[in-house]
């Protein structure tokens, strides 16, 4: 059974500084990673997408690795501003179709 | 494009109530899933649909909990009796069977959810 595992669970840093969240999931044998952004009271917004193929994913400030023998996903987020602050979660994809196994999140707080 | 649609956006109810959630995927995605999220933890699939047919609701506890997708569109998803712990955020997500999507490969999008407070 597939586990996703976010740490830390909260994350707070001053605006400017950059943003380092993991993910880690026991089975390697995934079909695609999701990043997803939650503020409160919303929805899920997703980020990135990652490939089991691919390494890594970039947009604008955003980019995530993948190192899916090791099962860990790494999402850095350049140079933290205040509304970036919300809940990030991963989720993993086993096959083409199939639901996302979720992490728990890391909430983050970026200071003015 | 519209996003996922989703009603009521909170509800309060009493143990032992019934209750009833509804969503309107995005415009042609055949892939309906409904996600509990319970406070401080990541969504859990209750169950995914593939146009009316159920893909998989292994972790949908059926004594209570009903979902259905009659026209392979809109669906419902009902509580009855609700207890105490079906407290959560109700998700509903959708995605298009042939893995398109902004990013492509079976991308998932969210509705904004029902919180469900049960007192």
């Known amino acids: 059974k597939q586990e996703v595992t976010q740490i830390p669970a909260a994350l707070s840093v001053p605006e400017g500084e950059n943003l380092v969240l993991n993910c880690s999931f026991t089975?390697?044998?995934?079909?695609?990673l999701q990043w997803f952004r939650q503020d409160p009271g919303k929805g899920l917004t997703s980020l990135l997408l990652i490939q089991s193929s691919q390494r890594e994913q970039t947009s604008g400030r955003l980019n995530a690795s993948l190192d899916k023998s090791s099962g860990r996903s790494t999402l850095y987020i350049a140079a933290s501003q205040p509304g970036d602050s919300a809940t990030y979660l991963c989720?993993?994809?086993?096959?083409?179709?199939?639901?996302?196994?979720f992490g728990g999140g890391t909430r983050v707080l970026v200071k003015p | 494009e519209a996003g996922v649609a989703q009603s009521p956006r909170y509800k309060i109810i009493e143990k032992r109530q019934s209750v009833a959630f509804w969503c309107n995927p995005i415009?042609?995605?055949?892939?309906l899933y409904w996600y509990q999220q319970i406070l401080g933890q990541g969504p859990k699939l209750l169950i995914q649909f593939q146009n009316n047919g159920v893909v998989d609701d292994s972790q949908l506890p059926k004594d209570r909990f009903s979902a259905e997708r009659l026209k392979g569109v809109d669906s419902t998803l009902k509580i009855q009796p609700a207890k105490l712990e079906d407290s959560a955020v109700y998700l509903c997500?959708?995605?298009?069977?042939w893995g398109g999507g902004k990013n492509g490969l079976y991308e998932q999008y969210f509705g904004p959810g029902t919180r469900l407070t049960v007192t």
């Open positions: 089975d390697s044998a995934i079909y695609n």
């Open positions: 989720a993993v994809r086993k096959a083409a179709g199939n639901k996302l196994t």
């Open positions: 997500a959708s995605s298009s069977s």
């Open positions: 415009s042609g995605h055949a892939t």
